[in-house]
């Protein structure tokens, strides 16, 4: 299991060793083109897949990014068609790529609502690359914080023994977490200027470090995420505790 940044104070290193990205601003980008924002949402696999290589130049063991929300599911018909897909062709063909460069792929959120057929190449993208070492890219669709939340702690209660005490701990409810095969993130990134986590990792960002840039998620590239981790490295993650504390715990300071 691993350390919870509220129970425990978890060791960091100057490189994220998890980035969680909110991938925004694709319509954006292709209207300022004129064109249809569709056009966006297939320049953003592009930028995926070149921020995943960037991932794992940097030595970063885990990505996750949200794909699709379960508010997503209110846009237009045709948009959410397309979306759907476009997830179908990137599974089809980028899932011998990830698999021969080591990468292990999962897919968290409520995915019996995409149908049987992406269901299942979710699964054989999953299944194929499941023993891998490399990074870990973990694509959120139809998922939501509180889906999650709620989803988690239904389970736990179900999973009570009538032996134990009847109060949920975090480490009852962590294993039934979309995450739970995860650390915590480090870093947080949302493009395309907003500033809100739109039900993500609810549950998970508790002491992640928030990083916002305007720039629109297919403009995102190595040099943006170079400087997204630079400025991570420059935080002082105190989990709650003092800055003296912090400087007093080093060992040789
Ligand atoms: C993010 O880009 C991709 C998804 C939500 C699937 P948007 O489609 O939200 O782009 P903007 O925010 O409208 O520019
Ligand atoms: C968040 O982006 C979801 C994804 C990137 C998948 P949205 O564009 O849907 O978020 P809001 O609606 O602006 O909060
Ligand atoms: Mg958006």
Same mark, same amino acid.
């Given at each position: 299991?691993?350390?919870?940044?509220?129970?425990?104070?978890?060791?960091?290193?100057?490189?994220?060793?998890?980035?969680?990205?909110?991938?925004?601003?694709?319509?954006?980008?292709?209207?300022?083109?004129?064109?249809?924002?569709?056009?966006?949402?297939?320049?953003?696999?592009?930028?995926?897949?070149?921020?995943?290589?960037?991932?794992?130049?940097?030595?970063?063991?885990?990505?996750?990014?949200?794909?699709?929300? +379960?508010? @997503?599911?209110?846009?237009? %018909? $045709?948009?959410?068609?397309? !979306?759907?897909?476009? &997830?179908?062709?990137?599974?089809?063909?980028?899932?011998?790529?990830?698999?021969?460069?080591?990468?292990?792929?999962?897919?968290?959120?409520?995915?019996?609502?995409?149908?049987?057929?992406?269901?299942?190449?979710?699964?054989?993208?999953?299944?194929?690359?499941?023993?891998?070492?490399?990074?870990?890219?973990?694509?959120?669709?139809?998922?939501?914080?509180?889906?999650?939340?709620?989803?988690?702690?239904?389970?736990?209660?179900?999973?009570?023994?009538?032996? +134990?005490? @009847?109060?949920?701990?975090? %480490? $009852?409810?962590?294993?039934? !977490?979309?995450?739970? &095969?995860?650390?915590?993130?480090?870093?947080?990134?949302?493009?395309?200027?907003?500033?809100?986590?739109?039900?993500?990792?609810?549950?998970?960002?508790?002491?992640?470090?928030?990083?916002?840039?305007?720039?629109?998620?297919?403009?995102?590239?190595?040099?943006?995420?170079?400087?997204?981790?630079?400025?991570?490295?420059?935080?002082?993650?105190?989990?709650?505790?003092?800055?003296?504390?912090?400087?007093?715990?080093?060992?040789?300071?």
């Amino acid at each position: 299991m691993y350390p919870s940044t509220t129970q425990d104070i978890p060791e960091t290193q100057s490189v994220p060793q998890h980035i969680a990205i909110i991938m925004d601003g694709n319509g954006r980008w292709a209207q300022k083109r004129h064109l249809p924002r569709f056009a966006g949402h297939r320049k953003g696999v592009e930028a995926l897949r070149g921020i995943t290589a960037a991932c794992v130049k940097q030595g970063v063991r885990y990505l996750t990014l949200f794909a699709f929300s +379960s508010e @997503n599911w209110r846009r237009p %018909a $045709d948009e959410v068609g397309l !979306l759907m897909d476009l &997830f179908t062709s990137a599974l089809t063909q980028e899932v011998d790529k990830l698999h021969a460069n080591d990468i292990r792929v999962k897919v968290v959120g409520d995915t019996a609502r995409f149908g049987t057929k992406l269901e299942a190449l979710i699964d054989q993208a999953q299944a194929k690359t499941q023993h891998n070492q490399g990074l870990t890219l973990t694509i959120a669709a139809n998922y939501g914080g509180r889906w999650d939340m709620l989803r988690a702690v239904n389970a736990a209660i179900q999973h009570q023994t009538s032996k +134990s005490k @009847n109060e949920l701990t975090e %480490a $009852d409810l962590q294993p039934y !977490l979309a995450m739970h &095969f995860a650390p915590e993130p480090d870093l947080f990134i949302r493009t395309g200027g907003e500033q809100r986590i739109s039900n993500f990792l609810l549950w998970q960002l508790a002491y992640t470090e928030l990083y916002f840039t305007e720039t629109l998620w297919p403009d995102f590239d190595a040099a943006a995420l170079e400087q997204a981790i630079g400025w991570y490295s420059a935080r002082e993650r105190r989990f709650g505790r003092t800055s003296e504390q912090l400087n007093t715990a080093k060992p040789h300071a």
